[in-house]
């Protein structure tokens, strides 16, 4: 079954959002027509962004983006797809460690819906070793963040280190 316009889902937590992040959906947006990024939720990790931050940080940064929206969901990823015709799903990948997960998770959603396609994007090499969670760890012990994020998600980690 093809859809009429080709739609990218970029799914994930995004707590933060990174520039490594933003330079996958960039690069998807220069293949499809839109992508929606989407935001989970839900999360085995604990958080530092609730969900409502999380959402609206990435809105400041893709704001003048016209192909690029935001989007968030609750529950499978999956249902999700199913619910609003989408078909494509796109990820990034940094490492040997993120195929493993990543071939899981989309043999999984293959599973349970065979016409929704996985698509990964490999890494920038100058974003192969950020992640969120060395990110928010360098933050921690007062390290210069301000390459690795965009601005308004700079912003606002500054404002909970210094309130
Ligand atoms: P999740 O918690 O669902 O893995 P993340 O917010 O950590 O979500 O990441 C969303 C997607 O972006 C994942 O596919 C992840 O591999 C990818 N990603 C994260 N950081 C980078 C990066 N620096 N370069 C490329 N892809 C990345």
Known sequence: MKSQKMIA???GFFDP??????NIVKRAASIF???????????PKKAMFD???RIAMIREVLQS???IRVESFEGLLI????????QVIVRGLRTVSDYEYEFQMAQANRTMDED???LFLVTA?????????????????GGDISKMVPLPVYNKMKKIKNP
């Open 79 to 86: 249902d999700y797809m199913k619910k609003n015709g989408y």
């Open 9 to 11: 889902v970029y799914p």
């Open 17 to 22: 959002f990174t520039v490594g992040h933003l």
């Open 125 to 141: 090499p100058q974003y192969s070793h950020l992640s969120s969670t060395l990110i928010k760890e360098i933050a921690r012990l």
């Open 65 to 67: 983006e016209k192909y």
């Open 116 to 118: 929704v396609e996985t």
């Open 33 to 43: 027509e839109e992508v929606v990024v989407l935001v989970a939720s839900d999360s």
């Open 51 to 53: 969900f409502s931050d």
